[in-house]
């Protein structure tokens, strides 16, 4: 047994392989015994390796991937064993490439590229870690400002409208619009504008013409603004509720930016026969109105009326005088304080006091001062004109006193007369009918006793000094005297009873 043993593992050294008719015919036979039996075995599954390892690496690869599709297919994807089948090898053993080398022989540890490869100049990525700004050049800065949001542009509109309703300046206004990204809805701003202005004041729709008029074809183009005036004729139904005038008030906006070259031209032509709401066609017909009168594309910058600290002066006293003289025909205190509103210059009013007072020293007869007391005493009444107002209306005449007394030889007494039944009305102050001047050093309430030497006349008693003037003026058709002076009259002796001089 042990020299077959030795003559088996001779051969497998030198042959590496037993020959297989020689194993059959020992197997036939029954001449092994049984460790060469195991010997045999042990040879057999050697061999069997020894072929695993020759065969090709498309076959292993088929039968390892069989034998895992047909041992694993009731495995549990989320056990570890299912995870590591899903995850691929990455080691290729498809056996589909052509035994070349990776990227041509470009690719590997230390490769610089293939042979005859010429790199390109690249620019430099700002996320390199290796990227030096400072190297770079010149860098320029830009800002960049989002872009508003539809509910955050009538936000940030508002309080910028507001505000040049107090400053009345449109360059600021410009400014502010250049900073802001308004993106697609920039058209908006205009009507915004003139929403705000339709609740406020006719100063305040004056100061919005004059912005459209100034932003066109700098912040706003022509086409916005047609565009905005196209939203507010569509949503008239609803400015109506808040401003009935709507309606009116739009049409002469039209109208004012047509003549302003704040729209085009041909801008009302492009409704005729395509609007069917009655608001948007009692605008239209407005401003239709408006461009066809006569020569009223130069008079349209006046359409809003005058009012205003914008205006000049000399306007302002203009109105007023014209105010006071249809007053005085008129007799309509509610006609007059709606104009002397509608002129919005409260600051202004102590002109019209001023006005009406010299009004009453040139007229002739008791209606005008009945008429202006009265006047006077509705404005003090309603607040319209302040007591500071009052006071410095009534001082400049006080002051231009002696002046007008030049034209108005008879302007001092008119004045303590109108000044006397102002304070009894309560119009003015005490202190202020006190401020009067008069004609004689002497103070108003100082008595004296009066003889009149002219014929068929002769007064002994005490009276005031306005009823002395007055008796002074009914006597002097019968009176012959020869000088009159500041203190004496040659025809009156007075006696002074008191002495508040």
Known sequence: WVSVCLVLLNASNDDGVYDDEELNEGEVNGNWTPQEKA???????????????????????????????AGEAGADPNSPKGKALQNHDRKSRTGKGRGLPKKGGAGGKGVWGAAGMVYEMEEPDAKDPNYDESAQGDTVYATVVPELEEGELEKTVNPIVQEYFEHGDTREVEMLLKELNLGPHKYEFSSLAVSLSLEGKASHRELTSRLLSDLVGKVLPESDIARAFDKMLKDLPDL?????????????????????????????????????????????????????????????????????????????????????????????????????????????????????????????????????????????????????????????????????????PRAHSIMEAFVDLCFQESVITKQLRDACPARYSMHTDTRL???????????????????CVQLFIKCTADVQYCAKSDSTFNCFEFQP?????
Request: net charge neutral.
């Open 39 to 69: 010997l045999h075995e042990a040879r057999l599954k050697a061999k069997a390796k020894r072929r695993l390892r020759k065969s090709s690496s498309r076959d292993s690869a088929r039968e390892s991937l069989s034998e895992a599709v």
């Open 240 to 408: 109506i509720l808040d401003t009935p005038e709507a309606p009116q008030m739009l049409g002469q906006f039209i109208a004012r930016a047509i003549a302003d070259h704040a729209l085009p031209m041909n801008f009302l032509s492009r409704y005729k026969g395509r609007v069917d709401c009655d608001h948007a066609r009692a605008a239209l017909d407005r401003a239709s109105v408006l461009m066809s009168m006569k020569r009223e594309m130069v008079r349209l910058d006046n359409v809003w009326g005058v009012g205003g600290g914008q205006r000049p002066v000399k306007h302002l006293i203009k109105e007023m005088n014209l105010l006071l003289k249809e007053y005085l025909v008129s007799g309509e205190l509610l006609e007059a304080e709606h104009c002397l509103r509608d002129l919005e210059v409260p600051h202004f009013h102590h002109e019209l006091v001023y006005e009406a007072v010299i009004m009453v020293l040139e007229s002739n007869g008791e209606t005008a001062i009945q008429l202006m007391v009265k006047l006077l005493q509705a404005f003090w009444k309603s607040g319209l004109i302040t007591l500071d107002q009052m006071n410095r209306g009534f001082q400049r005449v006080y002051d231009e006193l002696p002046e007008i007394n030049l034209d108005v």
């Open 449 to 467: 006793n009066v003889k009149c030497s002219a014929k068929h006349t002769s007064l002994t008693q005490p009276f005031s000094l306005p009823v």
């Open 497 to 501: 009873i008191s002495t508040d001089y």
